[in-house]
């Protein structure tokens, strides 16, 4: 997990002349689905009990329009037609009475990453994994479309699972915990998330 911030837009109010309520969306991730939101923070702070609604999407198949985005969008002048359903896409789309937002706000999420596809296990379900190599497996097939097989794919996992150290203080060989949050060439990335997994691709 880690605490991210928001790309964020569009913000719109529900009678398009800033009355009303403040629809502010934000988008966390991309790549798939996502766990998603664990908890959040506007202006660093605890959200308020009263004020403001939030509702999370997770980048899943098949997620719909967001009807709160869909009504405001046809509230602006001229009225705009919000018909983004955003596949695999994790966001979120935060309401805010008129009294509750003085001030544009930071928000801020702790965010839980993709779902993966167990190497030794392709046709199963995608859960999330801290394991390195399911991470590198779902990299290089996912993102790049490379044909890596399922049994060099196992091997990899299988050794960063393994534990080390001495019980009752075993843990994992080789977890990850990565934001890919900066820009950089797609070789590059392969290259952390290789030595993460502790192998040669």
Not at 30 to 50: F, R
Request: proline share 7%; aromatic share 10%; charged share 15%.
């Amino acid at each position: 997990m880690d605490t991210i911030g928001a790309q964020v837009g569009p913000v719109w109010s529900s009678d398009g002349r800033g009355n009303g309520h403040i629809y502010i969306r934000c988008i966390w991730a991309g790549g798939g689905e996502n766990v998603g939101v664990q908890s959040y923070t506007i202006n660093d702070l605890a959200p308020p009990t009263t004020g403001v609604d939030v509702v999370h999407y997770t980048g899943a198949a098949g997620q719909g329009i967001d009807p709160w985005l869909a009504a405001a969008g046809l509230a602006q002048n001229p009225p705009i037609v919000y018909a983004d359903t955003l596949p695999g896409i994790a966001y979120s789309v935060f309401k805010f009475s008129t009294s509750a937002l003085t001030a544009p706000p930071t928000i801020k999420a702790v965010f839980k990453g993709l779902k993966l596809i167990d190497p030794n296990n392709p046709g199963d379900p995608a859960t999330w994994s801290d394991n390195a190599g399911w991470a590198l497996y779902n990299y290089l097939t996912q993102s790049w479309g490379e044909n890596v097989t399922v049994s060099g794919g196992g091997a990899v996992a299988d050794r960063c699972a393994e534990l080390v150290g001495t019980a009752p203080n075993q843990e994992a060989r080789c977890r990850i915990g990565l934001t890919l949050s900066q820009r950089q060439p797609a070789e590059q990335w392969r290259e952390t998330l290789r030595t993460y997994a502790e192998c040669f691709v």
